[in-house]
């Protein structure tokens, strides 16, 4: 992002339907697109990017609910027109009086986010935003098959006897571990 900005949004990203909770908070710049916002959301959630994706926020104007992503063919004929997520600015939405967005990703697992605005804060010198300051546990692995996929996955964890086991490990590699976060390991 080349354009200046003097604010910081910090977001907190929390997991729909998984407990004990996957969250994560970021700071992102107040010219942040959804789109940038889309992906720095991919970036903490180590997901590929490989699905469709939607924001679901009521609009600080009309109070109605809108639907921001990317328009192309996929979505042709699923109804209300979005609002174009590439053009739109998220502080045009955030605000101290309507602070909670919806993000779902991959419509077939059907994750959903909620985002929470906590404070606006003045751009720190030297820092480089976005950045992931918090967070606990890993998150979902992709193509896991939704919040059901993802409880059968760590109760093979827990069973080595368990027969997909071996399979499970080899697919989510040696060192996963459902419970580690870190937030400096985070990459944009």
């Keep these: 992002m080349k354009k200046t900005f003097e ?4 977001l907190k990203l ?14 992102v710049p107040e ?6 916002l889309h992906n720095a959301i991919q970036a903490v959630m ?3 990017d490989y699905h469709l994706h939607e924001f679901e926020m009521p609009n600080p104007k009309t109070g109605m609910l809108d639907k921001i992503g990317t328009e192309g063919e996929d979505f042709e004929g699923l109804g209300e027109p979005l609002v174009p997520e590439n053009k739109t600015k998220i502080s045009k939405y955030f605000t101290p009086e309507n602070k909670i967005a919806l993000y779902t990703y991959d419509f077939g697992d059907n ?4 985002i929470r605005l906590e404070k606006i ?3 720190e010198e030297g820092e480089e ?3 992931c300051t918090a967070g606990k546990r890993a998150a ?3 193509d896991i098959g939704g919040i059901w996929g993802y409880e059968d996955m760590l109760e093979i964890l827990k069973n080595p006897e368990h027969e997909e086991y071996e399979d499970t490990v080899t697919w989510l590699g040696e060192d996963f571990d459902p419970e580690y976060f870190d937030p400096k390991e985070v990459s944009f």
């Design 31 to 36: 010219n942040y697109t959804f789109l940038n």
């Design 121 to 123: 804060l003045s751009r």
């Design 14 to 27: 929390s997991m729909k339907g998984i407990t004990p909770q996957i969250w994560r908070r970021i700071q």
């Design 140 to 142: 979902v692995p992709e």
């Design 129 to 131: 935003y976005p950045v």
């Design 111 to 114: 994750w959903q986010i909620k």
């Design 7 to 10: 604010k910081v949004y910090q």
């Design 46 to 48: 180590e997901w590929e």
